[in-house]
């Protein structure tokens, strides 16, 4: 049986600190009169000492209260008394819900910087348009008086046209609601994500319109929805490629064309920012493959219904590249003769986008075996006079070399299913080493895939291996 805990974080620090705690033991001195007590005037009453002097007569207590009737009483701000504390302008929110962010109390002393602050309290509390206040300066004291000036609120939230999407689906998407700030700001943002919504789920051609007040009540919001068709796609057409085949490309992008048979309904909803996507996926691979200039759009054609849609994408390949020579700037710890030889893509072969990335990442790891654990590559490709070919340039940021000092373990949730030890078993750091960028990696994977520790972000963050500096230090790893 595995427990789970919300999260668990390795700690590692490069420093090993260690606190004392310094006890200063207080002798109390005690005098020799107060020592002797058996001695003369004490208990035992000693023989020749000196009587003990008779105490002193309590005043009654109207007497004592009247003693006091002279002294100044110390007031913290100020010297006014508030008098009373109200609120107007208020309709909708109730004037106790308003008074519960107020500082200023009735027969508090008056302060001017803490009425201030009640006015940006009320301000935050995001139903106001504006707070003002008004002071009643009286010989006994102050009145103080708060305007406020509410924001109109939302009454009633209807949908009216739609047919495809029921009135839950809408209503979440469009996220207004009754008693929400009416704001003409936060209902076209509402109009704006149900047609995003609408989108998806291929009604391309939606219109939504606003309406704010209706009749007697200025507070209705009315969205009024013409859907259209929606649109699927019936077919798939690629032009213009030589060197990949049309079945290829049409396996790396996403949208999709209908299948045989029941099955021509699922799977195929037009979804135009998909679509759009899928342009740049058929670029992006194009010049992986070495033709740098390539190009491609898109084209799209309806049946007479308006419900179908053939979706063609128009690829310009160009020339293929060559690579013509390879630089590596920015490094000052690895020379370039031992990071030249981690590359597999050299001078004089076809530009390959795949094989660009895997050089970057052994650049990556062969600083990371060396402490450089936050090094980066950076590729830039030049174009040459001469046709057909570039140049490639490594921009190396090597960063700082980290090692282990003390290792720490943070836990969260339930830390009692589970101890320390277990999770600095899982791993193979040891203090004083240097941290491995690839090992460090494999680490966070291994706490992760142990089934021990929770790893859905909805419930927790996921376990992790943070390296964190320490002050003097080069770094710690956390």
Not at 162 to 182: C, F, S, Y
Not at 228 to 235: F, H, L, T, V, Y
Not at 236 to 251: D, F, H, M, S
Request: overall charge negative.
């Amino acid at each position: 049986m595995t427990a789970r805990t919300p999260r668990r974080t390795l700690c590692c620090s490069a420093v090993c600190a260690i606190s004392m705690a310094i006890l200063i033991p207080v002798a109390l001195t005690v005098s020799p009169a107060n020592a002797q007590m058996g001695g003369g005037g004490g208990f035992g009453g000693g023989q020749g000492g000196p009587s003990a002097p008779a105490p002193d007569t309590k005043p009654k207590f109207r007497d004592h209260v009247r003693s006091r009737d002279g002294l100044a009483i110390r007031r913290e701000k100020g010297d006014a008394i508030v008098l009373d504390v109200s609120v107007r302008g208020n309709q909708a929110i109730g004037t106790h819900l308003i008074l519960q962010k107020i500082e200023t109390r009735k027969d508090r002393f008056y302060d001017y910087e803490t009425v201030l602050g009640d006015v940006r309290r009320l301000n935050d509390m995001g139903s106001f348009d504006h707070v003002t206040f008004k002071l009643d300066e009286r010989p006994e004291g102050v009145a103080v008086t708060y305007f406020v000036h509410e924001r109109p609120v939302i009454t009633k939230v209807v949908f009216h046209g739609h047919r495809a999407l029921n009135n839950r689906e809408i209503r979440n998407r469009a996220g207004v609601q009754a008693n929400d700030p009416l704001s003409e700001f936060s209902i076209e943002s509402a109009r704006r994500r149900m047609i995003d919504y609408y989108h998806e789920e291929g009604f391309n051609q939606v219109a939504v319109d606003v309406q704010i007040g209706y009749e007697t009540d200025p507070g209705v919001v009315i969205f009024r929805i013409n859907e259209g068709p929606k649109e699927r796609i019936a077919d798939i057409v690629i032009k213009g490629n030589t060197i990949v085949t049309e079945a290829r490309l049409k396996k790396i992008i996403t949208s999709r064309g209908p299948t045989a048979g029941i099955l021509s309904y699922i799977g195929n909803t037009a979804d135009l920012a998909k679509i759009d996507n899928d342009v740049n996926v058929l670029a992006t691979y194009y010049h992986n493959l070495g033709f740098l200039t390539a190009t491609v759009g898109r084209r799209l054609s309806y049946d007479e219904s308006g419900k179908w849609m053939t979706v063609t994408f128009v690829v310009n390949e160009g020339p293929r590249f060559k690579v013509n020579d390879i630089k590596i700037v920015g490094n000052q710890f690895i020379t370039e003769e031992s990071l030249r030889q981690r590359l597999s893509l050299k001078a004089g072969d076809m530009f390959d986008g795949t094989l660009m990335r895997r050089d970057i990442g052994e650049i990556t790891y062969g600083y990371g075996e060396l402490g450089f654990i936050y090094a980066e590559v950076e590729p830039k490709t030049v174009m040459r006079d001469e046709a057909n070919v570039v140049d490639l340039v490594y921009e190396v940021t090597e960063g700082d070399i980290w090692k282990v000092g003390r290792i720490l373990v943070n836990i969260e949730g339930e830390p009692h299913l589970m101890r320390e030890s277990t999770m600095l078993n899982m791993v193979d750091l040891r203090e004083g080493d240097v941290i491995d960028r690839r090992s460090l990696e494999l680490n966070r994977r291994r706490i992760e895939r142990s089934q021990l520790l929770e790893t859905n972000p909805q419930i927790a963050d996921a376990p992790d291996i943070k390296v964190v500096p320490t002050e003097g230090e080069v770094g710690d790893a956390y």
